[in-house]
C-alpha cells in the first residue's frame, strides 16, 4: 500500500479567513488543473479541547507526490499567505500510510 499524509498543526485567531483563503486555494487549483499532483484529500478540523488549535490532514498519493505539490508556485503562496494568520509557526507531520480500515 502507498501513500502519504501531512498533517499540519496551526494555532490562529482568523479562523475565518483561513477558510476564505483556503478556499480561494482549492478553486483556483481546481480551475487550473495542469495535471500536477494534487491531494487526494484535504479535511480542516478544529480542536474541540484547545479553542484556536486547528489542523489540516491532507492525504496524497505518494511522498513524492506531496513534495511535488509542496514545490509548486501557489502553493509557496498560499503558505505565505496562510502564515501571515497564524498565531505562530505550524508543526508539520509527515506520515507515511499504513494501513487503511
Same mark, same amino acid.
Request: charged share 30%; hydrophobic share 35%; net charge negative.
Given at each position: !500500500?502507498? /501513500?502519504? &499524509?501531512?498533517?499540519?498543526?496551526?494555532?490562529? %485567531?482568523?479562523?475565518?479567513? &483561513?477558510?476564505?483563503?483556503?478556499?480561494?486555494?482549492?478553486? @483556483?487549483?481546481?480551475?487550473?488543473?495542469? /495535471? %500536477?499532483?494534487?491531494?487526494?484529500?484535504? !479535511?480542516?478540523?478544529?480542536?474541540? *479541547?484547545?479553542? /484556536?488549535?486547528? +489542523?489540516?490532514?491532507?492525504?496524497?498519493? %505518494?511522498?513524492? @507526490?506531496?513534495?511535488?505539490? %509542496?514545490?509548486?508556485?501557489?502553493?509557496?503562496? +498560499?503558505?505565505?499567505?496562510?502564515?501571515?494568520?497564524? *498565531? /505562530?509557526?505550524?508543526?508539520?507531520?509527515?506520515?507515511?500510510?499504513?494501513?487503511?480500515?
Amino acid at each position: !500500500m502507498t /501513500g502519504f &499524509v501531512q498533517i499540519i498543526e496551526y494555532r490562529t %485567531s482568523k479562523p475565518d479567513e &483561513v477558510q476564505a483563503l483556503s478556499e480561494d486555494y482549492r478553486k @483556483a487549483r481546481e480551475t487550473e488543473d495542469d /495535471g %500536477s499532483p494534487a491531494p487526494a484529500r484535504v !479535511m480542516a478540523c478544529a480542536d474541540r *479541547d484547545h479553542p /484556536g488549535r486547528y +489542523f489540516s490532514i491532507v492525504e496524497f498519493d %505518494s511522498a513524492e @507526490a506531496a513534495m511535488e505539490n %509542496s514545490s509548486r508556485t501557489d502553493t509557496n503562496d +498560499f503558505a505565505a499567505k496562510m502564515m501571515e494568520l497564524c *498565531d /505562530g509557526p505550524p508543526t508539520f507531520y509527515n506520515l507515511d500510510l499504513l494501513q487503511e480500515m
